[in-house]
């Protein structure tokens, strides 16, 4: 591979923009020259051309004639919120961009350098800009991953032991929605900061489980609610440096006391390499862990790895109990 076309950062650049600009939305409702699409964007016209033209020339949006747009295949995925979410530099899409600027200070200290570019940590930049956060808590939601899988036992027939679950840092409680939905008899309760759990209320509703599930607004480095039967890591442990992912298991062993269940939701299955996550490293300073890694973490915190596999899905799971 040529070197230049590899650290080529227009293309991306470009992409972001017409994500914020919410072109592909706009080509879908018939405006198509380059004029019109200007004006309804709040954008200069040639300037906005020359991106579009760049974008034609490696595959994303197609010119059938000059001066004029349409969708193809590779632009479509831009539709919509689900689409552009991740790209918008008005919202998570920006501080996600922006960030890897800081990834030369991360690399040479081994820790997250978010403050550089944004003057504050990752978490204390969303607490202290609502609409980010509200962008961040989309993107880790349904618009930004689709409905969860609720298979989150190895064995489906567990299910019949299983009467309370506690999703741990589970945001605004789409998870365990969708885990209630498909088991009545089971209650939920989710655990996360105020901000995360503020709209779990009407996700319940729609999801007609509310009489069934409890938002507790907290933090899961505090003590847990207790003896619950399954405690869940999903998206949890891959944000935090070893010290911090050790804390929350160790809160989640202590809650599982004595015959509880934790899950934590991996990408490595056993024998496996484990992702690079440069994304959660420019963040957060968190990482992916291979499946020893993890057995590591969970031996400090208290835990016995018990089983490990995957959901229908493909996600990894991994099973521990409190020792």
């Known amino acids: 591979m040529d070197l230049w076309t590899l650290a080529d950062l227009c293309t991306p650049w470009c992409i972001h923009v017409v994500a914020t600009l919410r072109i592909a939305d706009h080509i879908e409702s018939g405006i198509a020259d380059v004029a019109s699409l200007a004006a309804v964007a709040g954008a200069d016209r040639d300037s906005l051309y020359r991106v579009l033209r760049h974008l034609v020339s490696k595959g994303v949006f197609e010119e059938p004639e000059r001066g004029r747009f349409a969708l193809n295949e590779t632009a479509r995925g831009l539709l ?23 990834l030369l200070s991360a690399v040479r200290t081994g820790k997250p350098a978010y403050h550089e570019a944004f003057g504050r940590g990752f978490w204390g930049d969303l607490e202290a800009h609502p609409k980010i956060a509200a962008s961040f808590d989309a993107l880790m939601g349904i618009a930004g991953h689709g409905v969860p899988d609720p298979e989150v036992l190895l064995n489906p027939a567990d299910w019949e032991s299983i009467g309370a679950v506690v999703d741990v840092g589970g945001g605004t409680g789409a998870l365990l929605a969708e885990i209630l939905r498909a088991h009545p008899h089971v209650r939920g309760t989710l655990v996360d900061q105020p901000r995360a759990i503020a709209q779990s209320a009407e996700i319940f509703q729609s999801a007609g489980i509310a009489d069934r599930a409890t938002a507790v607004a907290q933090s899961f480095f505090d003590p847990l609610p207790p003896a619950a039967d399954l405690y869940i890591l999903k998206s949890v442990l891959c944000d935090w440096p070893d010290r911090e992912a050790t804390a929350i298991l160790k809160r989640c062993a202590e809650a599982a006391q004595p015959a509880g269940r934790v899950i934590a939701f991996t990408k490595s299955a056993p024998g496996e390499e484990s992702s690079p996550e440069l994304l959660m490293m420019v963040l957060v300073g968190g990482r992916d862990r291979t499946f020893e890694e993890f057995r590591v973490i969970a031996r400090e915190a208290g835990l016995k790895v018990t089983a490990a596999g995957r959901q229908p899905s493909g996600r990894g799971i991994v099973e521990c109990r409190p020792v």
């Open 80 to 102: 919509g919120e689900s689409g552009r979410i991740g790209f918008d530099l008005e919202g998570i899409g920006g501080r996600m961009a922006y960030a890897w600027g800081t």
